[in-house]
């Protein structure tokens, strides 16, 4: 049986959301109607003041050009950066949080890519997900079918499909254990990149579903257009270590939806290199991403670029 290594990104969420017909961009968050958790008549923007003074600011960009801005005049050292960095990760962590309860709610069968999950999820050795939103979690829960997140307690349980998220999630937080306070003054500190490691093991906690719209001790995630500042912790590097061990015995790599960004690119690429040279890598996204393609046809001889309707129709 073919092994399958899956790397997946923006493309695919924006697939989904579009089959739900649900209002809702993932390429725009600031536009998302997310709410204060401790108060339900402000909206989240209201309490993270700097986030949205940076909206304001930029009346004329779009959401992830507002932070591809930020990120180009970002300065580690400024402690103003520092705060508006801060609060854009609590942003992104609540808002694709408020988000992935959209999906669950306007949740139906059919899609095509949960068929084609469904038909071939015994092949899949690993999941590579980019993407903050719980969609690819989301498809195998209501499929059935078991997963863990590979970094966080479900690790303890090895079952079924492993997915890493080097990225972050938007239900990740730093451990209970090693930093603690109370959700309503986690907005008011600041918190990153603080390693937590249990018995040699990189860990970070997953937050139950009835509490994702609380604030984050910790929100560690890689903000759009952001050279990961995440590669220096336990937990990702371990990671990419299984994920490349993962790559190794891959017959299949299948990529959906990734942008290929110059910052991902080194990431991406460390998992592409891993995958044996006489293995199948598809591309799969509506747009030809010229960059992506000509990497993989450079050290793949069966590297393709596929249009996902051919793909889903056509694939053995």
């Not at 990120?71 to 950066?81: A, F, G």
């Not at 937080?173 to 990149?193: A, E, K, V, W």
């Not at 592409?272 to 992506?292: C, G, S, T, Y």
Request: with cysteine; glycine share 4%.
């Amino acid at each position: 049986m073919k092994r399958i290594l899956l790397i997946v990104g923006n493309g695919l969420s924006i697939d989904l959301w579009k089959y739900l017909g649900l209002d809702i961009d993932p390429s725009s968050p600031f536009s998302f109607e997310v709410p204060y958790s401790f108060d339900n008549a402000k909206k989240l923007l209201e309490e993270l003041t700097r986030v949205r003074n940076l909206i304001e600011s930029h009346p004329t960009l779009t959401d992830f050009e507002i932070i591809q801005d930020f990120i180009t005049n970002y300065q580690k050292t400024d402690q103003k950066h520092k705060w508006i960095h801060c609060e854009l990760r609590q942003y992104l962590s609540l808002a694709y949080s408020y988000a992935n309860n959209n999906l669950l709610h306007s949740w139906k069968k059919g899609w095509r890519w949960e068929q084609w999950l469904r038909k071939y999820h015994g092949r899949i050795a690993g999941i590579v997900s980019f993407n903050y939103d719980l969609t690819i979690e989301t498809v195998l829960e209501q499929s059935s079918f078991r997963y863990y997140r590979m970094g966080s307690s479900e690790e303890d349980d090895i079952i079924g499909i492993p997915i890493f998220k080097p990225h972050g999630s938007c239900d990740f937080d730093i451990s209970g254990r090693f930093i603690s306070m109370p959700p309503q003054s986690r907005l008011g500190n600041l918190t990153s990149l603080n390693d937590y490691v249990n018995n040699g093991r990189g860990r970070i906690e997953i937050v139950l579903k009835e509490r994702l719209s609380e604030p984050r001790t910790e929100s560690d995630i890689v903000l759009p257009f952001e050279f990961s500042p995440q590669t220096q912790l336990t937990w990702v590097r371990q990671g990419y270590e299984a994920v490349n061990k993962i790559a190794k015995t891959a017959d299949s790599c299948i990529i959906i939806g990734i942008s290929y960004q110059p910052c991902d690119r080194s990431e991406i690429d460390s998992i592409v290199d891993a995958v044996p040279i006489n293995a199948e890598i598809q591309f799969i996204d509506p747009m030809r991403n010229v960059d992506l393609v000509t990497k993989l046809k450079m050290i793949h001889v069966k590297a393709k670029a596929v249009h996902p309707d051919e793909f889903l129709d056509y694939f053995t």
